[in-house]
DNA sequence: ATTAAACATATTGTATACAATTTGTCAATC
DNA sequence: GATTGACAAATTGTATACAATATGTTTAAT
């Protein structure tokens, strides 16, 4: 579901954006260092105009921050920051759904949403081994923008989206840990059963529980999270979500 | 509260920033329309550049939001977005207060969260008519940051300050209501012995309550901002959070 | 009279030049 | 040898020039 249009302006500070957010995102640049707009307006073949832009904007994003002296440098983050950001996002889901169930949404959309839920059982009800994750990554992902949709506000459905831009933060954040840590599986499953839950939740317009379950869901995050982080550090590498945390 | 460092680059991108919020703020420029960036360059004695800087992050706030023609507008808020939003600050509000009641303050700052509702009880045991309603709205202000720096979670603290920029989500949006509207006091009363419990709250621990009331003392302000688009029209223009709400 | 097209004007988006700070280096002094 | 000072290089913050695009007006055609 990519936008193209309104989010940003013009060709050369979208190619900024993007391309200074994929080398953030991706380890490119070292945590703490001072990035040099000129280095990188050559890097990203942009002027210094739309980069600083770009630098402005993944400010709000908190990937990068103010350096007292001036310019920018890419943000190390504590696993407590990653802890109440996930916390966040499952309280922003949390009133998304209670949102939707009290508020109500149109057949149509919740028989959208049904859907999703049914191909994620598809690819989980598959052969363990020929489990296809891609698959189940973008179609977690379509489930979450789904929910925010449903919440029928824009407000609500922008911050997510803000939240989220966050890797660690990300509902699709830890889904590829499987790929390294056997039975991992099980985590989706019950990942899965807690969608269910929800959709179901909003449909019967039991907003407290739909609220409940959302934030229990990102909790389930929370905990890959601290497993990853205390009994597979070597995983920090090869998960890229977890590039900018500190040790 | 005012913050100079950190927070803006430099002299000319500060000038233009905060002249540029406040410009909007007041209802110096309609609504709608697109904001010319020479002219507004030249009204706030700025160059273009760190004027662009400053839409940018108001946009951000979304305080303007970009034409697809190009350029900036000031944004009109309709009632729904009000109430999203104010709902909103009370859930991240009601995170705050959950997690300082389950994760502890120390007994400094909980003494220094004391003093402030007691001056709050101050003023409004004075006599109605010699209200000191400045001296409210900055102990209102106070009682809000210090209740979000309880949280400990610098996210949340961040959130919470984003959120609260939009004028009609501020705690103090309707504090000078009772100038206008008779009776207005007894709105107050009831708020701070909101204010009250929420510490209390904190002070033993209990966690989901801290969470309840401090969510349930947002919506006393969407019901103030209820009435007085549905009673008191007329206010809209007197009621500087209101200026930007659509009839 | 109304619509459409072409042109002129104005405004944004981008690139770059300039000035003020900051950062790094080297030498002199204690 | 360490530390402080001055100086040089580099980098940011700001201003402005330029190009691409949008807006408004006039003119021509139906």
């Known amino acids: 579901m990519a936008r193209k249009p309104q989010d940003a302006p013009m060709q050369q500070s979208l190619k900024a954006l993007l ?4 080398l953030v995102l991706q380890g490119g640049v070292e945590p703490g260092k001072r990035l040099s707009e000129i280095a990188l307006s050559e890097r990203l073949n942009v002027s210094r105009t739309p980069l600083r832009a770009a630098l402005q904007r993944l400010e709000q994003e908190h990937l990068v921050e103010l350096i007292p002296s001036g310019g920018y440098a890419v943000r190390r983050f504590t696993h407590q920051e990653a802890v109440d950001s996930i916390e966040l996002r499952g309280t922003l889901e949390g009133v998304a759904a209670r949102f939707a169930a009290e508020r109500g949404v149109v057949p149509a959309r919740l028989k959208a949403a049904w859907s999703i839920v049914h191909a994620l059982d598809e690819t989980l009800d598959s052969n363990p081994d020929s489990f296809d994750f891609s698959r189940y990554e973008q179609l977690n992902e379509d489930f979450h923008e789904t929910l925010a949709d449903l919440s029928g506000s824009d407000v609500i459905r922008r911050e997510i989206a803000r939240v989220t831009s966050l890797p660690f933060a990300s509902p699709s954040a830890f889904t590829n840990t499987h790929v390294n840590v056997p039975g991992f599986l099980k985590t ?16 019967m ?39 900018l945390l500190a040790v």
């Open 19 to 22: 391309g200074l957010r994929a």
């Open 205 to 243: 317009r039991e907003g407290a529980r739909a609220e409940a379950l959302a934030r229990e869901h990102a909790r389930l995050a929370r905990q890959t999270l601290d497993f990853v982080m205390e009994e597979k550090p070597d995983l920090r590498t090869r998960v890229p979500a977890l590039t």
């Open 188 to 203: 989706l499953t019950i990942a899965q059963s807690q969608h269910r839950a929800i959709i179901s939740a909003i449909e």
